[in-house]
Nanobody, 118 residues
Framework: EVQLVESGGDLVQPGGSLRLSCAAS????????MTWVRQAPGKGPEWVSG????????GYSDSVKGRFSISRDNAKKTLYLQMNTLKPEDTAVYYC???????????WGQGTQVTVSA
């Protein structure tokens, strides 16, 4: 019943921007920490960012800090990732992932492809 549906991925040039969205359903969205995880070709999953259930705390990996911004709209049950100053190394499939009370990433969306290339 839990569903996470990402959208917004695209092909962009270095230095460009994208805004990813994740539409959530099937659970009480405002009770959960939500995260973004990405996976580049040939590499394992990499945690990118997370946001507390009420949106009052956020965290970022060193690779994206200062360039990406995570946010959420609990009324719309939607998670966002604003990505600025994109670099080729940001190329990956980006997943919206729920984090449960046991710090497990228990539900993943289908992913959306972000490609940064000239």
């Amino acid at each position: 019943e839990v569903q996470l549906v990402e959208s917004g991925g695209d092909l962009v040039q270095p230095g460009g921007s994208l805004r990813l969205s994740c539409a959530a359903s099937g659970f009480t969205f405002n009770n959960y920490v939500m995260t973004w995880v990405r996976q580049a070709p040939g590499k394992g999953p990499e945690w990118v960012s997370g946001i507390a259930s009420g949106g009052d705390y956020t965290g970022y990996s060193d690779s994206v800090k200062g360039r990406f911004s995570i946010s959420r709209d609990n009324a719309k049950k939607t998670l966002y990732l604003q990505m600025n100053t994109l670099k080729p190394e940001d190329t990956a499939v980006y997943y919206c992932v729920r984090r449960n009370a046991y710090y497990q990433f228990d539900y993943w969306g289908q992913g959306t492809q972000v490609t940064v290339s000239a």
